[in-house]
């Protein structure tokens, strides 16, 4: 074991020279951080007693942890969002387990999208406008809707792209290339404050279903070409194979081309799930507080001020721990169900 | 069974198909030969609409392979194809390879389906094999399955596109005694190949194609002893 170690990073002068390098900056930045958090940190106390030391202020993020998660949603009723997001990280533990995969996931996933929603409408007494929703259950909200909803356009806009009828080709082009030329902000900034210009006096749209509908429009023009690189890689000869023994346009894309040209992007699929994931975090120029808004509104408190890093930390982290979950589940993904090639 | 009148077939400017007309009998095994590039493949594939021609027809059974009205799926489950590169789906076992045309576009039911892929699998001896993945075979494997494909949508003819020319020397046998049993049991063939032996021993007729025509159509015997068209002897002498 310790052979193999040492064959492995102190076999010559040059590699021991890169590994002791390598180890010291590690040791450095862990040591550095360690520090900064544990020793240095101020885990007790106030903003007078963090203002001294230079370490990280963790009574702040005591503080505002449930600002930061939560946002305004009233307090009375934060046993919900904390219930719904158990029940999201229960949904996530049972959809990714391979022998889950199967017709009635669809349907499970809707229920749980239901109930989700529910949890943090409630209803009469306890009704909480979206307004108020805010934090991590906001952004969960968008993502998670947006991914599902704007996947499955992202699939019809690709195989438009890709068929060869004139008037579903050049639509599907003149879509994903308008929705990639412009940025996301923009498209945000549409649907909040164009969008209500045009519409009658009185009738109002509500301001998250605005937001989430940009998303799903925006990320379905991503998805699309992705999906189409796949489409792009299924041979010739598995159409023909397909059409030799009968089967019509419509069963050779559901059957035989999609299985394997979905599974084919399985890399840039996530890589376009993840980035939408974080693009999310746009939706504070349009005063959504998500999981960043809140994070910088936590910073606004005159009586605790000065302590972005400690914010900025903690959301990160939470970003970190959710994008490198989709990771690792993706790889997973890959290797079940890619056959062969 | 099939009908070709005065087919023409252009790519761009290159005038693949020059005025073919061609009449297969029900339950007749016909080879095609020629050198490369003559036009042989594109006439088969004319036959199930998987390449459209500009001019003349080609009846299916008198049904019009490219009239608007046809539905060309039905016509499909009746003319099997086997290709060259076999074209087996990967992402589907063998015993699914064989079942989704019979389930999907037929209607069979799945219990069906499969007895009669099993069934099929047996005859081409790869039984053992049924619950394996398409990557899994090898090339001789692949086809005799591809053929079981076929066979499972009870075809009336079968359209062979070169179906041992991807294949390493040694696996060539393994498919050709296949494709002979099928000849004995009376199953109707249009066969593109350039195994002779094979024809000789399986043909009705063999129609030999040079640059887009059809140069002679004549009885094995005629056609290797008797030939009076100088490119047929030409080719003869190089491929025997």
Same mark, same amino acid.
């Given at each position: 074991?310790?052979?193999?170690?040492?064959?492995?990073?102190?076999?010559?002068?040059?590699?021991?020279?890169?590994?002791?390098?390598?180890?010291?900056?590690?040791?450095?930045?862990?040591?550095?951080?360690?520090?900064?958090?544990?020793?240095?940190?101020?885990?007790?106390?106030?903003?007078?007693?963090?203002?001294?030391?230079?370490?990280?202020?963790?009574?702040?993020?005591?503080?505002?942890?449930?600002?930061?998660?939560?946002?305004?949603?009233?307090?009375?009723?934060?046993?919900?969002?904390?219930?719904?997001?158990?029940?999201?990280?229960?949904?996530?533990?049972?959809?990714?387990?391979?022998?889950?995969?199967?017709?009635?996931?669809?349907?499970?996933?809707?229920?749980?999208?239901?109930?989700?929603?529910? $949890?943090?409408?409630?209803?009469?007494?306890?009704?909480?406008?979206?307004?108020?929703?805010?934090?991590?259950?906001?952004?969960?909200?968008?993502?998670?809707?947006?991914?599902?909803?704007?996947?499955?356009?992202?699939?019809?806009?690709? $195989?438009?792209?890709?068929?060869?009828?004139?008037?579903? #080709?050049?639509?599907?082009? =003149?879509?994903?290339?308008?929705?990639?030329?412009?940025?996301?902000?923009? =498209?945000?900034?549409?649907?909040?404050?164009? =969008?209500?210009?045009?519409?009658?006096?009185?009738?109002?749209?509500?301001?998250?279903?605005?937001?989430?509908?940009?998303?799903?429009?925006?990320?379905?023009?991503?998805?699309?070409?992705?999906? #189409?690189?796949?489409?792009?890689?299924?041979?010739?000869?598995?159409?023909?194979?397909?059409?030799? @023994?009968?089967?019509?346009?419509?069963?050779?894309?559901?059957?035989?081309?999609?299985?394997?040209?979905?599974?084919?992007?399985?890399?840039?699929?996530?890589?376009?799930?993840?980035?939408?994931?974080?693009?999310?975090?746009?939706?504070?120029? @349009?005063?959504?507080?998500?999981?960043?808004?809140?994070?910088?509104?936590?910073?606004?408190?005159?009586?605790?001020?000065?302590?972005?890093?400690?914010?900025?930390?903690?959301?990160?982290?939470?970003?970190? =721990?959710?994008?490198?979950?989709?990771?690792?589940?993706?790889?997973?993904?890959?290797?079940?169900?890619?056959?062969?090639? | 069974?099939?009908?070709?009148?005065?087919?023409?077939?252009?790519? &761009?400017?290159?005038?693949?198909?020059?005025?073919?007309?061609?009449?297969?009998?029900? &339950?007749?095994?016909?080879?095609?030969?020629?050198?490369?590039?003559?036009?042989?493949?594109?006439?088969?594939?004319?036959?199930?609409?998987?390449?459209?021609?500009?001019?003349?027809?080609?009846?299916?059974?008198?049904?019009?392979? %490219?009239? /608007?009205?046809?539905?060309?799926?039905?016509?499909?489950?009746?003319?099997?194809?086997?290709?060259?590169?076999?074209?087996?789906?990967?992402?589907?076992?063998?015993?699914?390879?064989?079942?989704?045309?019979?389930?999907?576009?037929?209607?069979?039911?799945?219990?069906?389906?499969?007895?009669?892929?099993?069934?099929?699998?047996?005859?081409?001896?790869?039984?053992?094999?049924?619950?394996?993945?398409?990557? %899994?075979?090898?090339?001789?494997?692949?086809?005799?399955?591809?053929?079981?494909?076929?066979?499972?949508?009870?075809?009336?003819?079968?359209?062979?596109?070169?179906?041992?020319?991807?294949?390493?020397?040694?696996?060539?046998?393994?498919?050709?005694?296949?494709?002979?049993?099928?000849?004995?049991?009376?199953?109707? /063939?249009?066969?593109?190949?350039?195994?002779?032996?094979?024809?000789?021993?399986?043909?009705?007729?063999?129609?030999?194609?040079?640059?887009?025509?059809?140069?002679?159509?004549?009885?094995?015997?005629?056609?290797?002893?008797?030939?009076?068209?100088?490119?047929?002897?030409?080719?003869?002498?190089?491929?025997?």
């Amino acid at each position: 074991m310790l052979k193999d170690y040492r064959k492995k990073y102190f076999n010559d002068l040059e590699s021991s020279v890169a590994s002791l390098l390598i180890f010291c900056i590690y040791f450095f930045i862990i040591g550095y951080f360690f520090n900064w958090l544990i020793i240095e940190g101020v885990w007790v106390g106030d903003a007078s007693v963090c203002k001294s030391s230079t370490g990280a202020c963790v009574s702040f993020l005591k503080e505002k942890l449930v600002f930061i998660l939560f946002g305004v949603y009233p307090r009375e009723f934060l046993i919900r969002p904390i219930l719904g997001i158990i029940i999201l990280i229960l949904g996530w533990l049972h959809f990714t387990k391979k022998k889950n995969w199967n017709n009635l996931l669809f349907f499970k996933f809707l229920a749980l999208m239901f109930i989700y929603i529910l $949890l943090l409408r409630g209803f009469n007494d306890s009704f909480v406008p979206t307004s108020k929703w805010g934090g991590l259950p906001l952004t969960l909200l968008l993502s998670i809707v947006g991914i599902a909803l704007s996947y499955p356009v992202g699939i019809f806009l690709a $195989l438009a792209r890709t068929s060869n009828q004139l008037i579903p #080709r050049y639509l599907s082009i =003149i879509y994903i290339e308008l929705i990639r030329g412009v940025p996301l902000i923009s =498209i945000l900034f549409m649907s909040s404050v164009l =969008i209500p210009l045009f519409l009658p006096d009185g009738v109002t749209i509500n301001k998250l279903f605005r937001a989430q509908i940009a998303i799903i429009l925006f990320s379905a023009a991503y998805f699309a070409e992705v999906i #189409r690189g796949g489409l792009n890689s299924i041979p010739k000869g598995q159409w023909e194979g397909a059409k030799s @023994i009968g089967l019509n346009y419509f069963q050779i894309i559901r059957l035989i081309v999609l299985p394997q040209a979905l599974v084919k992007v399985i890399p840039p699929t996530v890589n376009t799930i993840i980035g939408m994931f974080k693009d999310t975090s746009l939706v504070i120029i @349009i005063a959504l507080f998500d999981l960043m808004g809140t994070t910088k509104a936590s910073m606004t408190d005159s009586k605790w001020l000065g302590f972005s890093v400690e914010a900025y930390f903690l959301c990160a982290l939470i970003y970190f =721990i959710i994008c490198s979950k989709m990771g690792k589940f993706s790889k997973k993904v890959e290797q079940e169900l890619q056959r062969g090639h | 069974m099939i009908k070709i009148n005065n087919l023409n077939k252009w790519y &761009g400017d290159f005038h693949v198909l020059k005025d073919i007309n061609l009449e297969i009998k029900t &339950g007749e095994k016909v080879v095609v030969c020629g050198p490369s590039g003559s036009g042989k493949s594109t006439l088969i594939r004319c036959i199930n609409n998987l390449e459209q021609y500009q001019e003349g027809e080609v009846f299916v059974d008198s049904v019009e392979v %490219q009239d /608007m009205q046809t539905n060309i799926e039905k016509l499909r489950m009746d003319v099997g194809m086997v290709f060259q590169h076999f074209n087996l789906f990967p992402h589907l076992n063998i015993l699914e390879n064989l079942t989704i045309g019979p389930i999907k576009s037929k209607g069979l039911s799945e219990d069906e389906a499969k007895k009669r892929a099993l069934n099929f699998l047996e005859k081409v001896k790869i039984l053992s094999e049924a619950n394996k993945y398409p990557d %899994q075979l090898s090339g001789g494997q692949k086809q005799r399955v591809a053929i079981a494909r076929t066979l499972c949508m009870a075809p009336k003819i079968i359209l062979f596109d070169e179906p041992t020319s991807a294949l390493d020397p040694e696996m060539v046998k393994e498919v050709l005694d296949v494709m002979m049993d099928l000849a004995k049991e009376g199953m109707a /063939m249009i066969c593109v190949t350039h195994e002779m032996g094979f024809a000789k021993n399986v043909a009705d007729r063999i129609i030999f194609m040079d640059e887009g025509r059809i140069v002679e159509d004549a009885s094995p015997n005629d056609f290797f002893e008797n030939s009076t068209h100088s490119r047929v002897r030409e080719f003869l002498s190089q491929i025997l």
